[in-house]
Nanobody, 119 residues
């Protein structure tokens, strides 16, 4: 089992910045990917950004150039720096952890943190 603890959400004005953090603990996989997804009211959960244990990143087109994902492997923590926030970034942001072993792929989710951008 992997436990995920998120922090950093809140209320910010449009154009402002927030930084989300997610710390993983428990049975950490050597090969893994961590990332952020978000879900706005009435919409499906969508990918925001992911980063592998090797440092490869992937971003949704809607956040490219504004959001930066990074990780500290020693702390098993992933960060999402969100700049130039827009009202449409308002959503619950969920931390995601995927691990791979000889037994297959495992996936875990955080409890979610609210990000509200006022226009």
């Amino acid at each position: 089992q992997v436990q995920l603890v998120e922090s950093g959400g809140g209320l910010v004005q449009a154009g402002g910045s927030l930084r989300l953090s997610c710390a993983a603990s428990g049975s950490i996989f050597r090969i893994n990917a961590m990332g952020w997804y978000r879900q706005a009211p009435g919409k499906q959960r969508e990918l925001v950004a992911t980063i592998t244990s090797g440092g490869s990143t992937n971003y949704a087109d809607s956040v490219k150039g504004r959001f930066t994902i990074s990780r500290d492997n020693a702390k098993n923590t992933v960060y999402l720096q969100m700049n130039s926030l827009k009202a449409e970034d308002t959503a619950v942001y969920y931390c995601n952890y995927r691990g791979w072993s000889g037994a297959g792929q495992y996936e875990y989710w955080g409890q979610g943190t609210q990000v509200t951008v006022s226009s």
